[in-house]
């Protein structure tokens, strides 16, 4: 089983930045993804980014330029989210995958103008 931790998140204006933390622990494979998700009311869960173990990210196209992720050890993940748009808004999850799927509770981001 893998347990996993969120912190960060919050209110901010438009225009403002935002970071987001995930630890993961228990049975860690060091070859895994960790990223996030997230999920606005009404509409499904998208990918807002993610990266293997050894760094390499990906991103939705929506947030290119303006969200970083970077996964400091093979058991965290941190989003750095810049440039803040009201349509980031949503609860954001964060998410680890090695052939075995896991999500966090989940941490709201709001946007306001």
């Known amino acids: 089983q893998v347990q996993l931790e969120e912190s960060g998140g919050g209110s901010v204006q438009a225009g403002g930045f935002l970071r987001l933390e995930c630890l993961a622990s228990?049975?860690?494979?060091?070859?895994?993804?960790m990223g996030w998700f997230r999920q606005a009311p009404g509409k499904q869960r998208d990918l807002v980014a993610s990266?293997?173990?050894?760094?390499?990210p990906n991103y939705a196209s929506s947030v290119k330029g303006r969200f970083t992720i970077s996964r400091p050890t093979v058991n965290t993940a941190v989003l750095q989210m810049n440039f803040l748009k009201l349509e980031d808004t949503a609860v954001y999850y964060c998410?680890?995958?090695?052939?075995?799927?896991?999500w966090g509770q989940g941490t709201q981001v709001t946007v306001s103008s």
């Open positions: 998410h680890y995958y090695d052939n075995r799927d896991y």
């Open positions: 228990g049975t860690i494979d060091v070859v895994n993804h």
């Open positions: 990266a293997s173990s050894d760094g390499t």
